[in-house]
């Protein structure tokens, strides 16, 4: 197979994620994984990691989902947003941080970051289970 059909090949199956049937490139992938030869070549390792990657992130990769829900599906935001929020706060210079208070410690920022700090207190204060 040529170079330019494995990438029509590849490309017509990840475009099952934006068409909202990530269960049935898994099952298209499992299939394949499924009847290619039993060594484990570098083309089915890497399906196979792929497959795994997708499998656990599925609920993250519903973009239809989001999109109907008038939430941005590209990475550019997040990927910028970082630099600005977690990292402004834990590279302040002479800070030094322990790993079992980073994420509590972003969590309380993404908090305040989103306008959600009130509402986070008047839940905590009423005794409300705080939603994940």
Not at 2 to 8: A, V
Not at 47 to 63: D, E, P
Not at 86 to 98: D, E, N, S, V
Request: glycine share 6%; aromatic share 10%; net charge positive.
């Amino acid at each position: 197979m040529e170079e330019s059909q494995k990438q029509n090949l590849v490309n017509e199956e990840l475009s099952l994620i934006d068409a909202g049937k990530v269960q049935q490139l898994l099952t298209n992938f499992k299939e394949c994984l499924e009847r290619s030869e039993p060594k484990l070549t570098k083309g089915k390792e890497r399906l196979s990691r792929l497959y795994k990657y997708i499998q656990r992130f599925s609920n993250c990769i519903n973009y239809n989902q989001f999109i109907s829900n008038g939430l941005p599906i590209g990475s550019g935001e997040i990927e910028s947003a970082h630099r600005y929020i977690p990292q402004k706060r834990l590279k302040i210079p002479g800070a030094t941080w322990h790993p079992d208070n980073i994420n509590p410690m972003l969590g309380l920022l993404i908090l305040q970051v989103n306008n959600w700090w009130s509402d986070f207190w008047q839940l905590k204060t009423q005794g409300s289970k705080i939603p994940a």
